[in-house]
T-cell receptor
């Protein structure tokens, strides 16, 4: 039982490049989330999904797109990276969207030059 | 608007002493409340949550938290701190209606000195 995994762990991009972050969970959770963590700001929700084939915008969705084609996977895309997207990105999942705690992946550290 | 405040950026405690990490919130109606811990270069780990019932909630690693509705607080406590408790602690809240977003505090860095 691997829990929540994220690939890659580190990435350096140049401004304007694109990339996709992959999140996978093996707990059969319905809900999945993408967050970014910046110093002194806690976690901010980018997008989330309440089930396979569904996605919704969070607090800071601009510049990001997501897809949830399979229940166990949640992809985060950056179409044209900007320095402001330099951050640590965390994926999380939960069985229930209200009462249950979220399980987090180890994070992806992204630097945009 | 819903919000969470962790008024202390950093808390310093001597090993063996009790510790408190503060959290206050603003949300419509009764909240769901959570505490998470983040060790350096790691993802967040769940510590405990308040859903309903007893206001004193016990969680992992000997931590507990007390839900105080009148003061809209959910402070994290531990009777005797360990050096290994040094980490970043986050409080989070979600309302019982509306969307599924957790609202996160900015985090409190806990330093336990030997």
């Amino acid at each position: 039982n691997a829990g929540v995994t994220q690939t890659p762990k580190f990435r350096v991009l140049k401004t304007g490049q694109s990339m996709t972050l992959l999140c996978a969970q093996d707990m059969n959770h319905e809900y999945m989330y993408w967050y970014r963590q910046d110093p002194g700001m806690g976690l901010r929700l980018i997008h989330y999904s309440v089930g396979e084939g569904t996605t919704a915008k969070g607090e800071v969705p601009d510049g990001y797109n997501v897809s949830r084609l399979k229940k166990q996977n949640f992809l985060l895309g950056l179409e044209s990276a900007a320095p402001s997207q330099t951050s640590v990105y965390f994926c999380a999942s939960s069985y229930d969207g209200r009462e249950d705690e979220q399980f987090f992946g180890p994070g992806t550290r992204l630097t945009v030059l | 608007a819903q919000s969470v405040a962790q008024p202390e950026d950093q808390v310093n405690v001597a090993e063996g002493n009790p510790l408190t990490v503060k959290c206050t919130y603003s949300v419509s109606g009764n909240p769901y409340l959570f505490w998470y811990v983040q060790y350096p270069n790691r993802g967040l780990q769940f510590l405990l949550k308040y859903i309903t019932g007893d206001n004193l909630v016990k969680g992992s690693y000997g931590f507990e938290a007390e839900f105080n509705k009148s003061q809209t607080s959910f402070h994290l406590k531990k009777p005797s701190a360990l050096v290994s408790d040094s980490a970043l602690y986050f409080c989070a809240v979600r309302g019982r209606v509306g969307n599924y977003q957790l609202i996160w505090g900015a985090g409190t860095k806990l330093i336990i000195k030997p």
